[in-house]
């Protein structure tokens, strides 16, 4: 059984850098997109990207500019970093798998969620 | 881009349907076939009931069916259940090899 767990600072200041970390367990990071969602409190789910683990990524243009994915198949893990952030950054984030290797647009695994709040 | 446009609230009651919204425009929902359908229950992450449109993932109950029409995709769950009661979005692959949300839908079941 495939799980994800993200793991990362709860807090960060703004202006920093946002880094989270996902772990996969059960079944290899490679032939799989692997993506990053996040929900701000009591609202609703924003893509922000995937990468696939030959590194190639896809961000969401709103994000792209601030935002960094890797992968580190050895660890069988991947990355995220955020930077800038805003108190707008604040929000649960998520990695997830997509259901197949040869799609993105759907996910079958989901991490816990970790929540980011990002304050002085 | 705007988020797809889903309504806020329906309700039911036991035994009953109830069919979930998701418009959006041609450039994402009217245009692919990507359109997927989460379930999210309270502090818990999105659990995946449909995607590419009408396809259930192993283990989803067939209570759960998908469709679209133009650029309007729907979740329909019939035999309404307690447990049903959480929220939905929907999900569709855009033009622009991005991945749009809905706002999500807030099922009660009365």
């Known amino acids: 059984q495939v799980q994800l767990e993200e793991s990362g600072p709860g807090l960060v200041k703004p202006s920093e850098t946002l880094s989270l970390t996902c772990t996969v367990s059960g079944g290899p990071i490679s032939d799989y997109r692997w993506t990053w969602i996040r929900q701000p409190p009591g609202t609703g789910l924003e893509w922000i990207g995937y990468?696939?683990?030959?590194?190639?990524?896809n961000y969401n243009p709103s994000l792209k500019s601030r935002v960094t994915m890797s992968v580190d198949t050895s660890k069988n893990q991947f990355s995220l970093k955020l930077n800038s952030v805003t108190a707008a950054d604040t929000a649960v984030y998520y990695c997830?798998?997509?259901?197949?290797?040869?799609?993105?647009?759907?996910?079958?695994?989901w991490g816990q969620g970790t929540l980011v709040t990002v304050s002085s | 881009q705007s988020a797809l446009t889903q309504p806020a609230s329906v309700s039911g009651s036991p035994g009953q349907s109830i069919t979930i919204s998701c418009t959006g425009t041609?450039?994402?929902?009217?245009?692919?076939?990507?359109v997927s359908w989460y379930q999210q229950h309270p502090g818990k992450a999105p659990k995946l009931m449909i995607y590419d449109v009408r396809n259930r993932p192993s283990g989803v109950s067939n209570r759960f069916s998908g469709s679209k029409s133009g650029n309007t995709a729907s979740l329909t769950i019939s035999g309404l259940q307690a447990e049903d009661e959480a929220e939905y979005y929907c999900?569709?692959?855009?033009?622009?090899?991005?991945?749009?949300f809905g706002g999500g839908t807030k099922l009660t079941v009365l």
């Open positions: 041609s450039s994402d929902v009217g245009g692919y076939k990507y």
């Open positions: 990468l696939y683990y030959t590194g190639n990524t």
């Open positions: 999900s569709s692959y855009t033009s622009r090899s991005t991945l749009l």
């Open positions: 997830a798998r997509a259901k197949d290797s040869s799609a993105w647009t759907h996910f079958d695994y």
